[in-house]
């Protein structure tokens, strides 16, 4: 049985001051020949909001929750809070986990979807920080994808529900689901089970929570050079192709995300919002399940998994366990300019 001694809560990062926003981007974009100008473009959606991410607030709120959940089931592990792009760095974060003694690490990270920059990116930035620590017997594994986790798939029905109480019984003939996700390079998508499944949940939810709404999967936030093509259909894109003489309402669902970070609060709350209001359908943004006490629930039944060897339970299809090797650093695909957080 594993013996692990803490837990890494591993993230993106995102800024909090309008001071942090540039040097932010620089980071994600860094090694990408970003030109300052487009940097300077997506920061100006930043300005929106005061230069601040709720992704770094939301997580900390988070390990509150968890905390008190691992207590209430008497699972005694430090939690540790660490990002790719932002403070707390992820190296910061290791070098402080290492100082306090630990040495097996499990880390919880903030993506529930298999592709290259959602799971094995992560992996990699891992390994980079294990290699620059130096320190013998030092153990970080990562826990499971978990998009198919009873759980998950709960938590996204609850808050799916709660919104659709919004929605006049007179109206649901009219009404459909978007699910919607990042947007990621169809070369990625290739070598990645991200579609399906994102397809697979989507179908499985809407069946769960309103068998008889029309739903589609949707793309956004897609990033880098035009020439490079992306997932699609974007949702700004389909919103322009439902025929408003059959749907007056959309149920936006963010499948993709777990918390609501500036891909949410602009692309969606602003972006999309403005272009449904425009066109003349109403549209409804269901809130994250990162903060929902079922997720919180899930996080800590993968811990007991991980650390009690348990066999991996999921709703539909298998679980998604990496293989040995499967990340290593020298099969990394080039970077495509991505700008946005995950």
């Known amino acids: 049985m594993p013996d692990y001694e803490a837990l890494l809560l591993f993230s993106f990062g995102g800024p909090e001051s309008k001071e942090d926003v ?10 990408k020949d970003v030109p300052l100008e487009r940097l300077q473009e997506v920061a100006s959606q930043y300005d929106l ?5 709720p992704i770094n607030q939301q997580n900390r709120d988070f390990i509150i929750a ?3 959940e691992l207590r209430q089931h008497d699972l005694n592990l430090p939690i540790y809070f660490g990002n790719r792009n932002w403070e ?24 529930a979807f298999g592709s290259y920059s959602g799971c094995r990116q992560y992996q990699e930035d891992i390994g980079r920080v294990i290699e620059n620590t130096q320190v013998e017997n030092l153990v970080i594994d990562k826990i499971r994808l978990f998009w198919n986790h009873p759980k998950f798939l709960s938590a996204v029905v609850s808050r799916i529900e709660t919104t659709m109480e919004d929605v006049p019984l007179a109206d649901r003939p009219h009404t459909k689901l978007l699910f919607t996700a990042h947007s990621i390079p169809k070369a990625w998508e290739k070598t990645s089970p991200y579609t399906s499944q994102l397809l697979a ?25 035009p020439t490079v093509p992306w997932l699609e259909p974007d949702i700004v894109d389909h919103l322009d192709e439902i ?6 309402t959309v149920v936006v669902v963010p499948i993709g995300f777990l918390s609501d970070h ?19 359908i ?14 919180v629930a899930m996080t800590r039944e993968l811990i007991e998994e991980a650390i009690e060897e348990k066999k991996p339970i999921a709703e539909i299809g298998t679980p998604w366990i990496c293989t040995p090797g499967c990340c290593a650093i020298n099969t990394r695909p080039k970077p495509l300019r991505p700008t946005g957080e995950s």
């Open 201 to 225: 949940i989507s179908n499985q939810i809407s069946q769960r929570v309103a068998p008889d709404l029309q739903w589609d999967l949707v793309y956004q936030s897609r990033s880098g050079p």
């Open 22 to 31: 540039i040097p932010f981007l620089k980071n994600v974009t860094a090694g």
């Open 49 to 53: 909001f005061d230069g601040v991410s």
């Open 66 to 68: 968890l905390k008190e």
């Open 243 to 248: 025929d408003t003489e059959k749907i007056s």
């Open 88 to 111: 707390p760095f992820l190296q910061d974060t290791v070098n402080q986990i290492v100082d306090d003694g630990h040495r097996k690490v499990l880390t919880f990270v903030t993506s």
């Open 282 to 295: 109403r549209m409804l943004r269901v809130p994250t399940v990162g903060l929902h006490r079922t997720f």
């Open 262 to 280: 500036m891909e949410v609060k602009f692309d969606l709350d602003t972006q999309a919002a403005n272009h449904a209001r425009e066109i003349g």
